[in-house]
């Protein structure tokens, strides 16, 4: 549960008090999401059961039980869309068991929302997202990307991805996930860093998408299609975009958007595992429990996976550098090498 609560927060962006007057033990202190009061960190969150309580607000029902929520209320969408963000499990209709929804990876999505059946069949690009180029009212989304250290030529090249000047997505990138070449969803990067009221990642919600991000495997149709030597799943699309540009020829990277796997994005593994010589599970620095987990869980499906862990001074695959990118895979390539 602890793991759970603080990458959620990280991924959000949402400002935590982690110790000082006020966080008791074993928690941490966040701005209630219901108070209309100016005090800060007023909200403590119990990190081994998820109870959350507000000290201004408990007699007003500033308070509760059930983590996911807490999450509902600060990202301002359903509870079933909550648990989602959670990696809790989002039921398929007529999923009898474990194995027969792997089976049915590949049907249409019908997903439940809120107790009742939403059935999506077709989503668009909204006429407000923008294609990113260097001049011109986009070029802050560009200049963003080279602060990043990600060539904006690149990416754009490979990849389909927008940006958003105003609107539900305003300020932000956006990065589309399709499947069998049909618009699936999509989640949206801020380029506001370090403003709490901008949320980090914004995706398209469960109801409103096909396929959620977080049961889909980026740029899935193009890697299902090539093949290689060796292939890097990753926890954010960041991740993926940096390790492409740098990896050599023979391998690719692509990324899981959370830190739990999902049914769909298993069989979808499957798939891949047969067109790679290796896959590699390669999450952030602080995720090391949850890519144990992952590694345990995908290796009932693949034989081809090797879980790897970053260097301590590395904090996610997104801040490596060339060389260290370049290191990582001669290091690969040797051991290969001493065990045949």
Same mark, same amino acid.
């Given at each position: 549960?602890?793991?759970?609560?603080?990458?959620?927060?990280?991924?959000?962006?949402?400002?935590?008090?982690?110790?000082?007057?006020? $966080?008791a033990q074993?928690?941490?202190?966040?701005?209630c999401?219901?108070?209309?009061?100016?005090?800060?960190?007023?909200?403590?969150?119990?990190l081994?059961?998820?109870? %959350?309580?507000?000290?201004?607000?408990?007699?007003?029902?500033?308070?509760? $039980?059930?983590?996911?929520?807490?999450?509902?209320?600060?990202?301002?969408? !359903?509870?079933?869309e909550?648990k989602?963000?959670?990696?809790?499990?989002?039921?398929?209709?007529?999923?009898?068991?474990? +194995?027969?929804?792997?089976?049915?990876?590949? @049907?249409?999505?019908?997903?439940?929302? @809120?107790? *009742?059946?939403?059935?999506? /069949?077709?989503?668009?690009?909204?006429?407000?997202?923008?294609?990113?180029?260097?001049?011109?009212?986009?070029?802050? %989304?560009?200049?963003? =990307?080279?602060?990043?250290?990600?060539?904006?030529?690149?990416?754009?090249?490979?990849?389909?991805?927008?940006?958003? &000047?105003?609107?539900r997505?305003?300020?932000?990138?956006?990065?589309?996930?399709?499947?069998?070449?049909? =618009?699936?969803?999509?989640?949206?990067?801020?380029?506001?860093?370090?403003?709490?009221?901008?949320?980090?990642? /914004?995706?398209? !919600?469960?109801?409103e998408?096909?396929?959620?991000?977080?049961h889909?495997?980026?740029?899935?149709?193009?890697?299902?299609?090539?093949?290689?030597?060796g292939?890097?799943?990753?926890?954010?699309?960041?991740?993926?975009?940096?390790?492409?540009?740098?990896?050599p020829?023979?391998?690719r990277?692509?990324?899981?958007?959370? +830190?739990?796997?999902?049914?769909?994005?298993?069989?979808?593994i499957?798939k &891949?595992?047969?067109?790679y010589?290796?896959?590699?599970?390669l999450?952030? @620095?602080?995720?090391?429990m @949850?890519?144990?987990?992952?590694?345990?869980?995908?290796?009932?499906?693949?034989?081809? &996976?090797?879980?790897?862990?970053?260097?301590?001074?590395?904090?996610?695959?997104?801040?490596?550098? *060339?060389?260290? $990118?370049?290191? &990582? $895979?001669?290091?690969?390539?040797?051991?290969?090498?001493?065990?045949?």
């Amino acid at each position: 549960m602890k793991e759970r609560i603080l990458e959620f927060f990280k991924r959000y962006n949402i400002a935590v008090k982690r110790s000082g007057v006020g $966080v008791a033990q074993h928690h941490i202190n966040i701005n209630c999401p219901y108070c209309d009061k100016d005090e800060k960190f007023t909200m403590g969150i119990d990190l081994k059961t998820g109870k %959350f309580g507000c000290w201004w607000g408990k007699d007003r029902g500033h308070a509760g $039980v059930n983590f996911y929520k807490l999450v509902a209320k600060l990202l301002d969408v !359903s509870l079933k869309e909550a648990k989602s963000i959670l990696g809790m499990r989002v039921m398929l209709e007529g999923e009898a068991d474990f +194995k027969n929804s792997i089976n049915k990876m590949f @049907e249409p999505r019908v997903l439940e929302v @809120e107790g *009742e059946i939403s059935k999506v /069949k077709k989503i668009q690009v909204p006429e407000e997202f923008k294609t990113i180029r260097k001049d011109g009212t986009t070029g802050r %989304f560009w200049t963003y =990307l080279e602060a990043r250290g990600i060539d904006p030529l690149i990416l754009t090249s490979r990849y389909t991805i927008y940006c958003a &000047l105003q609107g539900r997505y305003a300020q932000r990138i956006i990065i589309p996930y399709y499947y069998q070449g049909q =618009l699936m969803s999509w989640t949206a990067r801020t380029i506001r860093d370090g403003r709490y009221e901008d949320i980090r990642y /914004k995706d398209l !919600s469960v109801g409103e998408s096909i396929i959620h991000v977080k049961h889909l495997i980026y740029n899935y149709d193009e890697l299902v299609r090539d093949s290689g030597d060796g292939l890097f799943f990753c926890e954010g699309v960041f991740d993926c975009f940096n390790l492409e540009q740098h990896l050599p020829l023979g391998y690719r990277a692509t990324c899981i958007s959370t +830190k739990s796997m999902q049914t769909a994005q298993i069989g979808m593994i499957k798939k &891949l595992s047969k067109r790679y010589k290796t896959l590699y599970l390669l999450l952030d @620095e602080d995720a090391m429990m @949850e890519t144990v987990g992952i590694g345990s869980e995908l290796r009932c499906f693949v034989n081809n &996976l090797q879980v790897l862990m970053l260097p301590s001074d590395i904090k996610d695959p997104g801040s490596m550098s *060339e060389q260290q $990118v370049q290191n &990582l $895979v001669r290091g690969i390539e040797e051991k290969a090498c001493k065990a045949d």
